[in-house]
């Protein structure tokens, strides 16, 4: 009995912050969002601007979901070959990118890459165009290429504990066996971390999809994506509330697909495994 109410007081306030700042937003948002019997969905999906949104946060998403996944599995496919205390130090600094905002990682890159950007201004000192330049940052190859800063590592650290663990003698004998470093990885170490590549390409997609801190602050409105959509309908220029939570539910609902099939990917794979 007493364990039972020590687990009910260490959970109590972790319950309590979830109730109140992640169950009672969603439910006023939800309910916002079907007042009126959903009027504010077929508003939504009757504009073109939303299915052009859409359109544009899902290329955004997957190309830099998968560039993302495979300098990921690179970085970590080299750490995973180091020695522990090297491993752990460059892990560190890798891990720094998630510590900063959004809003930091875009000033960042606009300090940067912008048109008086430091690395744009020695571009421009070996004939680099300043202007063509820095229009790349503004553009959605430079969003995808911001995103891709902070979700690299997150990435890593999915995959790297996969890789340290993987018994590297297979690659060995296959490597004994006259097959090539390449083939190797490609047809015995890949197969088998499919689940945690999925999982992670699931993880960095959603995170792309839905964050808009970075977008905000470095396109402003000129790339149409579905997180600045809904900013503009709540910033100084709108107020249309129902609209906007319908928008939120629609990403909430989008993110959520994603998680949950890399989440069902990977539980389908281990019980076939442990089937097999």
Same mark, same amino acid.
């Given at each position: 009995?007493?364990?039972?109410? @020590?687990?009910?007081?260490?959970?109590?306030?972790?319950?309590?912050?979830?109730? @109140?700042?992640?169950?009672?937003?969603?439910?006023?948002v939800?309910?916002? !969002?079907? =007042?009126? =019997?959903? &009027?504010?969905?077929?508003?939504?999906?009757?504009?073109?601007l939303?299915?052009?949104?859409?359109? =544009?946060?899902? +290329?955004?998403?997957?190309v830099?979901?998968g560039?993302?996944?495979?300098?990921?599995?690179? +970085?970590?496919?080299?750490?995973a070959?180091?020695?522990?205390?090297?491993?752990?130090?460059?892990?560190?600094?890798?891990?720094l990118?998630?510590?900063?905002?959004?809003l *930091? +990682?875009?000033? $960042? %890159? *606009?300090?940067?890459?912008?048109?008086? =950007?430091?690395?744009?201004?020695?571009?421009?000192?070996?004939? /680099?165009?300043?202007?063509?330049?820095?229009? %790349?940052?503004?553009?959605?190859?430079?969003?995808g290429?911001?995103?891709?800063?902070?979700? #690299?590592?997150? /990435?890593?650290?999915? #995959? @790297?504990?996969v890789?340290?663990?993987?018994?590297s003698?297979?690659?060995?004998?296959?490597?004994s066996?006259?097959?090539?470093?390449f083939?190797?990885?490609?047809?015995?170490?890949?197969?088998q *971390?499919?689940?945690?590549?999925?999982?992670?390409y699931c993880?960095?997609? !959603? /995170?792309?999809? $839905?964050?808009?801190?970075?977008?905000?602050?470095?396109?402003?409105?000129? &790339?149409?994506?579905?997180?600045?959509?809904?900013?503009?309908?709540?910033?100084?220029?709108?107020?249309?509330?129902?609209?906007?939570?319908?928008?939120?539910?629609v990403?909430?609902?989008?993110?959520?697909? *994603?998680?949950?099939?890399?989440?069902?990917?990977?539980?389908?794979?281990?019980? $076939?495994?442990?089937?097999?």
């Open positions: 009995m007493r364990r039972r109410w @020590l687990l009910f007081l260490l959970a109590g306030p972790g319950a309590l912050f979830l109730l @109140l700042f992640f169950l009672t937003p969603l439910f006023g939800v309910t916002e !969002a079907f =007042g009126n =019997g959903g &009027v504010a969905f077929w508003g939504l999906f009757e504009g073109n939303f299915w052009s949104g859409l359109k =544009g946060s899902i +290329v955004l998403a997957t830099t979901a560039v993302s996944l495979m300098v990921g599995f690179g +970085v970590a496919y080299h750490l070959r180091l020695s522990q205390k090297v491993r752990s130090f460059l892990l560190a600094l890798l891990s990118p998630l510590t900063f905002s959004g *930091i +990682v875009a000033y $960042g %890159f *606009i300090l940067s890459f912008g048109r008086a =950007g430091f690395i744009t201004l020695l571009l421009a000192k070996v004939g /680099v165009d300043p202007t063509e330049f820095a229009g %790349f940052i503004y553009s959605p190859y430079g969003l290429f911001a995103y891709a800063y902070y979700l #690299i590592p997150r /990435v890593v650290l999915i #995959i @790297l504990p890789l340290i663990n993987f018994d003698s297979q690659l060995l004998a296959a490597q066996l006259g097959a090539s470093r083939r190797s990885v490609a047809e015995i170490l890949l197969p *971390i499919m689940p945690s590549l999925f999982t992670a993880l960095v997609a !959603a /995170v792309a999809l $839905g964050a808009y801190g970075t977008a905000l602050a470095l396109v402003g409105t000129q &790339v149409n994506i579905l997180p600045l959509q809904l900013f503009s309908k709540i910033s100084e220029t709108g107020s249309d509330f129902p609209a906007a939570a319908a928008l939120s539910v990403l909430l609902a989008l993110c959520s697909f *994603i998680m949950a099939a890399g989440e069902g990917f990977a539980s389908f794979k281990e019980r $076939g495994h442990q089937e097999a």
